[in-house]
């Protein structure tokens, strides 16, 4: 069993649509849960970041964690086209930035006009 | 600043050739990660290194694979033979113990070993 699973889709949704992806862990160590985006023949970028359980809100985007399931989810509100890219989770058990993340296998999303 | 830099982008070689990838992680970050992309396994952390010392290399397919980080600036990694199931793209990240957390990538390289 791979210490985090990510659906890898793909998921296609209308514009304006609310999309919801998500991850699962087994490892009760991970403390600090992050998305990543990853446009086509691109390197991930940063999107959410988020310490312990609880939510974060940022523009269209909110992160939520509930460590009691082990279980992440990203939300995107109102989509659009420039969203479609694939969506990795990465978590740590690492209290400092040195530590190594552990990669979701990642979802592709495509936002249909 | 330029980010992490990557090169080449792309790289073709035969099987048996060595293949060196190159990294420039961002100036000031202490942390650099090489990791492997595929569509059947994703993302997989190669190895990664805390102020230029290896600290993690459990994720080295076998001994053709290598890395080094003789400075704060640079990084190679190095697949010696190549065999054409090393292809796939490579991504270097870097990240800084202070501020936000988080890598930041490199727009990976390319490897097709034919």
């Known amino acids: 069993q791979k210490e985090v699973e990510q659906d890898p889709g793909p998921l296609s949704v209308p514009e304006g649509a609310i999309v919801s992806l998500n991850c699962t862990y087994s490892n009760s160590a991970f403390q600090y849960f992050m998305w990543y985006r990853q446009y086509s023949r691109k390197g991930p970028e940063l999107l959410m970041y988020t310490y312990s359980s609880g939510n974060k809100e940022d523009g269209r985007f909110t992160a939520q964690v509930d460590k009691s399931s082990k279980y992440i989810s990203l939300f995107i509100r109102d989509s659009q086209p420039s969203d479609s890219a694939t969506y990795l989770c990465a978590m740590s058990a690492e209290h400092n930035q040195g530590g190594k993340l552990i990669f979701g296998q990642g979802t592709e999303l495509s936002v249909k006009p | 600043d330029a980010g992490v830099i990557q090169s080449p982008r792309h790289e073709v070689t035969e099987m048996g050739q060595e293949v060196t990838l190159r990294c420039k992680p961002i100036s000031g970050h202490n942390s650099l990660f090489w990791y492997r992309q595929t569509m059947m396994r994703g993302l997989e952390l190669l190895i990664y290194?805390?102020?230029?010392?290896?600290?993690?290399d459990s994720g080295m397919p076998e001994d053709r694979f290598s890395a080094k980080m003789p400075n704060a600036s640079f990084s190679t990694l190095k697949i010696q033979p190549s065999e054409p199931r090393d292809s796939a793209v490579y991504f270097c990240?870097?990240?800084?113990?202070?501020?936000?957390?988080?890598?930041?990538f490199g727009s990976g390289t390319r490897l097709t070993v034919v």
């Open positions: 290194f805390n102020n230029n010392v290896p600290i993690d």
């Open positions: 990240a870097s990240s800084s113990n202070r501020g936000n957390y988080g890598y930041t």
